[in-house]
Every structure is written in structure tokens, then in C-alpha cells.
């Protein structure tokens, strides 16, 4: 009886140990790993401040030649390097740059893009993480004030220089139990009709109306990550690229909340 009972204290105490481990793994040490990581591919991107974003790409791609671009919005964590392996969406989202797992995965390119960044549009995951890595802080484009002072987000391929007036925040549901389910997953359009009829039903779902325009000639940037409003929920931020010779000015004073933005079926129940 004794030697059951010491047993019993001794798994107890493993078990303890077991999870502790766990628990300050996920809350200190994998976060502490991909911020380091993380700051050791900003520090080869941002070496030479006077070289151009064809040559810092391509620096990158020396450490892994699937890293396809990088996507930086300031006032926030969102500077990272984006990863492109075509046809499949789901690697990345586990591993890092690296090509090693990690539960904060990376920024990746939508497989859907066959065409890569240079789809009409470029669809980009990143995890929502609880504290603020990889895309969860495309939330803040939920708050006008932010809207107004970052209507510009920077992404730079191999091809060069890329700043994209954001047009659109929406909420949308991944299950029909939550209602109909907008597909924003449109990379290809096959006239000009199809690319607006896209647009107008996008900004329709907008919490923010932005005064950018958007015509049928324009690259579309849409940047997506999990939501927590319901059970796998999404957020989704979208801008179209600069056009040549293009002012940055965005009129950051006429941007301002939607009145009656159209929101999944069940907000509606």
C-alpha cells in the first residue's frame, strides 16, 4: 500500500513537472523563440537601409528561396518575411522561415494564387496569436482612428517596392452554421465585371468606409487571420496597390465608420 501510494506521489509530481513545462513553453519560451527568430530576419532584411527591395528579397531567398516577399504595417507587430510554396497553403502555417515547426507559422501565400504575388489577388494567412505575433493586429484596422493614421500597407516583392491603399475590413464566417459564406478567396477574374461585382461585395461588408477607389485595372492585396467572434471566424483586411505615379494621400479625414456594413447571417438571429 505504502509503495502505491509512493507511486502515485511520484507520477503526481511527473505529471506537475510535465505540464509546467508545458505551460511556460507556450507562454514564454515558443514566444521568446519566434521574436528572436523573427528579429534575425529583420536584421538581414534591414542591413543595408540604401539597397533596393529587389536585392533585399533576394537575400532572403539565400536563407530559404520560398520567401517570396515582406509585409510590414507600422504601429504594429506586422513585419515579417512571406513565404510562398505553391500549392499548399497549410505548410507554412506550422513552420517557420526556417522551414522548422512552430506553432506561430509564418505569413503565406494562399495556394489558390498560382500565380504567387503576381495574382490579381494576393491572399496572405497569418495565425491570429494571443499575444499580438504574426497577423493578430489586423484588428486594429477595426478602430477609425488607426485607419486614419495607417491607410498605407507596405509589401515588397522580388519584383520591388509595393504600398497598397487598404479599401476594406470585414468579418466573415468559415461555417455554414454561422450562415451563407462569402468566398473572398477570389484570385483570378475573368472580366471586368466579375473583378467589380468582387469589389462592391467586399465593401459592402466593410466596417470602415474608405474613400481609396478601387478600379478593375488594380492589384488586390487581402490579408486574412482568425477572429474570435464566433467558432472560426475571420478578419480580413484588403487594399489595392499604388497605382504609378499614384499620391500616397489616402483623404485619412473622410475615413469613417460604416453605417450598416452587411455582417454574416448570425448576426442577424
Known amino acids: 500500500m505504502i509503495k502505491i501510494r509512493k507511486f502515485i506521489r ?3 509530481v511527473i505529471v506537475f513537472l510535465v505540464s509546467a513545462y508545458a505551460l511556460i513553453d507556450l507562454l514564454v519560451i515558443s514566444p521568446m523563440k519566434t521574436k528572436s527568430d523573427v528579429q534575425g530576419v529583420k536584421d538581414v532584411y534591414y542591413e543595408n537601409s540604401g539597397e533596393s527591395k529587389e536585392n533585399k528579397i533576394e537575400n532572403l531567398q539565400k536563407i530559404n528561396s520560398e520567401i517570396c516577399g515582406w509585409i510590414k504595417i507600422d504601429d504594429t507587430n506586422i513585419d515579417y518575411p512571406v ?5 499548399d497553403t497549410d505548410f507554412y502555417l506550422s513552420h517557420d522561415y526556417k522551414k522548422e515547426s512552430s506553432r506561430y507559422g509564418s505569413i503565406t501565400v494562399d495556394a489558390r494564387c498560382m500565380e504567387g ?3 490579381r489577388n494576393i491572399i496572405l494567412h497569418g495565425h491570429h496569436m494571443k ?4 497577423f493578430a493586429d489586423l484588428l486594429k484596422f477595426e478602430d477609425i482612428d488607426f485607419c486614419q493614421k495607417h491607410p498605407i500597407i507596405h509589401f515588397d516583392t522580388i519584383d ?3 504600398k497598397w491603399k487598404v479599401f476594406a475590413i470585414f468579418k466573415t464566417n468559415t461555417l455554414p452554421e454561422h450562415g451563407e459564406i462569402f468566398d473572398y478567396y477570389i484570385t483570378h477574374f475573368s472580366d471586368k465585371s466579375e473583378f467589380n461585382q468582387y469589389v462592391k461585395d467586399v465593401r459592402r461588408r466593410s466596417l470602415v468606409d474608405f474613400p481609396a477607389d478601387v478600379k478593375h485595372t488594380d492589384q488586390l492585396l487581402t490579408l486574412s487571420t482568425c477572429s474570435y467572434e464566433r467558432k472560426d471566424f475571420r478578419t480580413v483586411v484588403m487594399a489595392r496597390k499604388l497605382r504609378r505615379n499614384e499620391s500616397e494621400d489616402a483623404n485619412a479625414d473622410k475615413i469613417k465608420k460604416s453605417e450598416e456594413p452587411l455582417m454574416p447571417d448570425c448576426y442577424y438571429k
Not at 513565404?83 to 500549392?87: A, C, D, H, T, V
Not at 499575444?131 to 504574426?134: E, H
Open 10 to 12: 511520484i507520477l503526481c
Open 83 to 87: 513565404l510562398y510554396r505553391p500549392g
Open 117 to 119: 504575388v503576381s495574382s
Open 131 to 134: 499575444d499580438g505575433q504574426m
Open 160 to 162: 520591388g517596392e509595393g
